[in-house]
């Protein structure tokens, strides 16, 4: 009797174990990977690419959903839903990480890049390397930069110099450092989200904002905007974080591959940056919808000496030993 009791308390137990190695194997691990652009954007191309990659090398392993076009979470939740688990991987632009760290702010910092080289050479070095684990403390990690390119004005009315911007309302990302540079030109800057720009400049709730030109493309602000001024000012690019939790969670074969996956399609997403930026560039050119103001050089000298004293305002937060470091990739 005892021995028939042992017997099938072993088999259930042996049962169970096959039902949740089974389970287990059914279910892959889910990266849900949400973000705010087109899919016809430097990031919206990258965050396919990783999905591509992942199928083709960690099919049944690893599955990446991709939400673009702030499908799932807008830009001003998407950080919180991955704290909370709702998602696994971000990439937000850079100005956007205000409340997790102050050391990022850096990248906010007008006419600081003369070029995305610049910003490339910062990236890369020791400095700008050791900033991906600056939100460490918040449970963030920092998987990679991805880049977007440098930013330009699109506004209701034509601006050449400061002057001309004085009074406008303009949309910005929620970085204190651009809420400074605007007020640094008496223009009056409000945070407000990416998925709600369109509208706000279609009701002109606002008069303008700043962007790259593949955001200004694929969002359509070009068709409701009839001056962009070619201002090269600040730089748009992103960081790769996941949770903490999540990301030493999964087992280190996986999460070995998945990073393997990721820097592939990073290195794809900033090979094609560049290009996208001129090829959407051109596109707007072309559609006659708005007019692409370059300045002369005396106009953007304007520009800089009204702006640059921002850097000094936020020194004390950012140090001036990074910001000198950023400076020096521009040599
Ligand atoms: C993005 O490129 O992810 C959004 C930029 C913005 O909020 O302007």
Not at 105 to 131: C, R, W
Not at 313 to 330: H, P, R, S, T, V
């Amino acid at each position: 009797m005892f021995r028939k009791i042992t017997t099938l308390i072993a088999t259930a137990a042996l049962s169970a174990l096959i039902v949740s190695s089974a389970a287990l194997a059914a279910d892959p691990i889910v990266i849900k990977f949400s973000h705010v652009v087109a899919e016809n954007t430097p990031k919206g191309k990258m965050a396919t690419k990783f999905k591509d990659l992942v199928a083709e090398r960690l099919g049944g392993k690893v599955q990446v959903e991709v939400y673009p076009n702030s499908q799932l979470f807008g830009d001003n939740k998407e950080i919180e839903a991955m704290l909370l688990g709702d998602v696994q991987l971000v990439a937000p632009a850079l100005s956007k990480f205000e409340r997790y760290t102050k050391q990022l702010q850096i990248y906010d910092l007008p006419f600081l890049f003369k070029d995305m080289a610049a910003v490339e050479k910062f990236q890369q070095s020791d400095k700008g390397q050791a900033l991906l684990s600056s939100m460490e403390s918040k449970g963030l990690v920092g998987l990679g930069y991805l880049h977007n390119g440098l930013k330009q004005l699109s506004c209701a009315s034509a601006i050449k110099v400061p002057a001309d911007a004085s009074g406008l309302k303009f949309r910005i990302m929620t970085s204190d450092v651009l809420a400074a540079q605007f007020e640094a030109v008496k223009a009056v800057p409000l945070k407000k989200p990416f998925s709600e720009v369109f509208t706000l400049l279609q009701t002109r709730a606002i008069d303008g904002q700043e962007n790259t030109y593949s955001n200004i493309y694929s969002k359509k602000f070009f068709e409701i905007q009839p001056y962009i001024t070619e201002s090269n000012h600040g730089v748009l690019d992103y960081m790769l974080v996941s949770s903490t939790e999540f990301w030493m969670g999964m087992p280190e074969d996986i999460r070995k591959e998945v990073k393997k996956a990721l820097d592939e399609a990073t290195a794809y997403g900033n090979q094609i940056a560049d290009s996208q930026d001129l090829e959407d560039r051109q596109k707007i050119v072309e559609s006659k919808r708005t007019e692409i103001i370059t300045l002369s050089e005396a106009e953007r000298n304007q520009w800089i000496e009204a702006m640059k004293p921002v850097w000094l305002q936020f020194e004390k937060e950012i140090g001036k030993d990074l910001i000198d470091a950023a400076y020096q990739a521009n040599i």
